[in-house]
């Protein structure tokens, strides 16, 4: 701590026991900024609460027993550790409450690794994992610094800065939706404006109190008119006059407050309307590589033809009707349509809490799912609808939990562990409810922007044209794609005894279906050609890749269903303004088998005749659109920036941990630096004299001295020399040649000024190498130069202003005419 936190010390217990009061009650605002992000599990109330509790008996310790700045942060840094377990890592603790090896790993990685998790994980984050964390560590910090500032603090104002702290933190790493802000906001002034006002009339009545006592007694300088008035007239004559002035203070500071506290509430419902406020996790992106894991689309065939009859899970509670979707696809890129890799910052991870996950605001089916894992094999997570909540079970809950991510936009979940035969899971969904074309009929496409296709076949796009002709009602444009893909179409799935079909959906299979006199394929091409031919359009549409069974087949639909590889579907999806995607199936019926080509009567071959070899043929020039590899050098500067930005954001966030550990030291060294260049080339020659002077001077009070407020330069040098016996002889000719080089005649000449300059940095390094490493490191850190210029500063624009006839420094006083070595 500085020289400035040492303030009066009250005794009395009413005024303490209320500064304990309105500051939990102010700090526990801030803690309830938290609760959407923990779901309002109380277990992040106790987090909070018992940090700020923590806080504050510390701090009452550290002012009571007048600790110092390493005492006071040992002593945090020790109960922590020691205490930390029972309220940030309960779930690891021993009976909750006791540290161990677990809990003590959590609380210690959390500091730096706990703030990443909280935002990349979706809402509600749960309470493993070191997520309360976060609202512990924050609460217990604000209020230690709270409660020191309060205490100990010469300016009673500077306790606003960790109040106001914890309640921004409480919006930045929340989520976009605003916890009764108009309240929280309202209560946070109505409690700070009126205690704030309490502590300034606390400390009036000290001042006055001081200055009641006789000058020759107390040694102070001469009172203010105030003070000789009452000495005069005595406090009776006075008291009447004082309380009218301190009711008419009273009053207005109450009208004031009022005026303030109604608007707060007034103007917080025009705020919290609109699309919602930017917090932090709508900018971090979580750390999922999309670029991992192939499309699963890949696998379409491989699930007909090679395991049409295999078990891949088994689902219960899924309704009557209703799909199971393993990933909606968006990016085309000529071979494979996937997950976009540029979308993976939707992908967020999913904490152990079992509330919503996403907030739907739609109507719909709620549904409770159980699956058991058979043969399937995977990261894709099959679920179905939108999912608001997963439990893993098994022996590997912990290892896919872990590594679970879902995304809302798209409906899709993932876990890098890979699902494997024997996992099980559950899955709270909404079942959204599919609206019929007259519902849809008023409703245009959604503005979403989808990636990029690239390299899709020209045909698609002619295709399109023929098939919507000239209609304009954006259902019907999307509806006859549909039915006349699953009207002129035939269905085959390539297996033995049907129509060969080739699988795969690139380029050259697309344009193979469409130039076809009869078009001939499944789901998978059919959900493709679809979805492209309506990108070519202008209209918004994804490829789904899911699993259903005949619903006709099923004898009990409440049974738990087997879903077979013959269970493997595609569909398409399409976004409508005020509705949300709503699925299409351009798939013709299973029956529609193509008609075989009519025979034709068979020919008798003729004799062998050898002919001769063709002439050579020049080799046919391709256009540009069938190479599959060309990207024009727009596209490919876009993929470069597009890279570069990836991995920009990639070091930036691993790099936020050093940013915010080792930030507030290097900005002082910055600041110090520039003050040093200031002192040396700004200014008149004398004027830089002096900065070098002012130098040693820094240089001394970093180091732990501290130098009188009204001495001399030569007093300084003289009482330096106790301080630092090895520099003794050049600081007192230092402080010579500054008082020669200002009030000589003339000014130095610049030779002059730079000569100062060298003898002024061997000075200080004779100072520094007279103590010790760890000395010169926290001298170097230090902040104790930076705030007596400040509080220089402030004395210059503010004249006239009597001082107390003492300052206290950390327990110790110290008379204006007496230089104090504070480094302990």
């Excluded at 009208?255 to 309307?273: I, Y």
């Excluded at 890949?298 to 979707?325: A, C, N, S, W």
């Excluded at 991510?405 to 699902?419: C, N, P, R």
């Excluded at 830089?688 to 001495?711: F, Y």
Aim: charged residues 20%; hydrophobic residues 40%.
């Amino acid at each position: 701590m500085s020289a400035g936190l040492t303030g009066p010390r009250p005794n009395a217990l009413l005024p303490r026991l209320a500064d304990w009061a309105l500051l939990t009650a102010m700090l526990s605002l801030g803690v309830l900024g938290f609760g959407p992000t923990f779901g309002w599990d109380p277990r992040f109330l106790v987090a909070g609460l018992g940090g700020i509790l923590l806080g504050l008996g510390l701090a009452e310790t550290s002012a009571r027993l007048r600790w110092g700045f390493w005492a006071t942060t040992g002593a945090a840094a020790a109960a922590y550790v020691l205490l930390g377990s029972a309220f940030a890592a309960p779930r690891e603790a021993l009976a909750g409450i006791l540290p161990s090896f677990a809990s003590v790993r959590v609380i210690v990685l959390g500091v730096v690794f706990s703030w990443k998790d909280l935002l990349t994980i979706a809402p509600p984050v749960g309470s493993a994992a070191g997520m309360l964390v976060v609202p512990f560590l924050l609460a217990f910090a604000c209020a230690l610094v709270s409660g020191v500032l309060a205490w100990r603090a010469k300016r009673q104002y500077w306790v606003l800065l960790p109040v106001v702290l914890l309640f921004t933190a409480g919006i930045a790493l929340g989520t976009d939706q605003a916890p009764l802000p108009g309240i929280r906001g309202a209560l946070l002034i109505g409690l700070l404006m009126p205690w704030l006002a309490y502590r300034r009339e606390l400390r009036r009545g000290s001042v006055e109190t001081v200055t009641l006592q006789s000058p020759a007694r107390t040694g102070a300088a001469a009172p203010t008119d105030a003070s000789r008035r009452i000495l005069r007239e005595g406090p009776e004559q006075v008291s009447g006059a004082a309380r009218a002035a301190r009711a008419r203070r009273l009053g207005f500071g109450a009208a004031v407050l009022a005026v303030a506290l109604a608007a707060s509430v007034g103007v917080a419902p025009l705020l919290d309307q609109g699309d919602g406020r930017k917090v932090l996790r709508d900018v971090v992106e979580p750390p999922v590589d999309l670029f991992d894991y192939p499309s699963p689309l890949t696998d379409f065939r491989r699930y007909v033809k090679d395991e049409p009859d295999t078990t891949l899970f088994t689902v219960e509670g899924l309704p009557e009707g209703q799909r199971i979707r393993l990933a909606a696809l968006d990016a085309y890129d000529g071979v494979v349509y996937s997950v976009d890799p540029g979308t993976d910052g939707n992908f967020t991870r999913v904490g152990d809490a079992r509330s919503d996950l996403v907030q739907t605001g739609g109507e719909g089916t709620e549904a409770h799912l159980k699956i058991t894992v058979g043969e399937y094999r995977g990261v894709w997570v099959p679920a179905a609808g939108l999912a608001t909540g997963f439990q893993v079970n098994g022996e590997r809950a912990a290892e896919l939990a872990s590594g679970l991510y879902y995304s809302e936009t798209s409906g899709t979940a993932l876990t890098v562990a890979q699902l494997q035969p024997g996992d099980s899971y559950e899955a709270n969904v909404l079942l959204p409810d599919e609206p019929d074309d007259a519902q849809l009929a008023q409703y245009r496409f959604s503005g979403t922007q989808l990636p990029r296709v690239f390299n899709d076949p020209p045909v698609l796009g002619s295709k399109a044209a023929d098939y919507v002709g000239d209609e304009a009602r954006p259902v019907q444009r999307v509806r006859r794609l549909q039915q006349i893909l699953a009207s002129e179409g035939y269905f085959s799935n390539g297996k033995e005894g049907e129509t060969p079909s080739l699988p795969g959906h690139g380029a050259a299979r697309l344009q193979t279906l469409m130039d076809a006199d009869q078009m001939v394929g499944d789901d998978e091409q059919y959900a493709v050609a679809m979805a492209l031919m309506a990108r070519k359009l202008g209209i918004p549409a994804r490829v789904v890749m899911g699993f259903y069974p005949d619903w006709e087949e099923v004898d009990d639909p409440s049974a738990p269903l087997e879903i077979t590889g013959d269970d493997v579907h595609a569909w398409v999806e399409v976004e409508f303004e005020h509705v949300g995607w709503v699925p299409f199936f351009p798939t013709p019926d299973e029956d529609n088998e193509p008609v075989p080509p009519q025979q034709q009567p068979k020919s008798t071959p003729k004799p062998q005749v050898l002919q001769p070899p063709p002439p050579p043929q020049e080799p046919a020039e391709l256009p540009p659109d069938t190479n599959a590899d060309a990207q024009e050098p727009e596209e490919q500067q876009e993929d470069f920036w597009a890279t570069f930005r990836y991995w920009l954001r990639l070091v930036g966030l691993a790099s936020l941990p050093l940013v915010i550990l080792f930030g507030p030291l290097l900005l002082i060294l910055l600041v110090k630096l520039r003050r040093r260049r200031k002192r040396r080339r700004t200014g008149p020659p004398s004027r830089r004299v002096g900065g070098g002077w002012n130098e040693v001077v820094s240089m001394a009070t970093d180091l732990g001295a501290k130098p009188p407020s009204r001495a001399t330069r030569r007093e300084h040098a003289a009482l330096l020399q106790d301080s630092f016996p090895a520099a003794a002889d050049s600081t007192v000719l230092l402080a010579r040649r500054a008082d020669a080089g200002i009030f000589g005649p003339g000014e130095p000449s610049e030779e002059e000024v730079e000569e100062y300059w060298k003898q002024v940095e061997e000075q200080l390094g004779a100072m520094t190498g007279s103590v010790g490493f760890w000395r010169r490191q926290r001298a170097r850190y230090s902040l104790r130069s930076l705030l007596l210029d400040a509080r220089m500063r402030t004395r210059r624009l503010s004249p006239g202003r009597w001082a107390l006839p003492s300052v206290r420094v950390w327990g110790r006083t110290s008379k204006p005419d007496h230089f104090s070595d504070t480094s302990g």
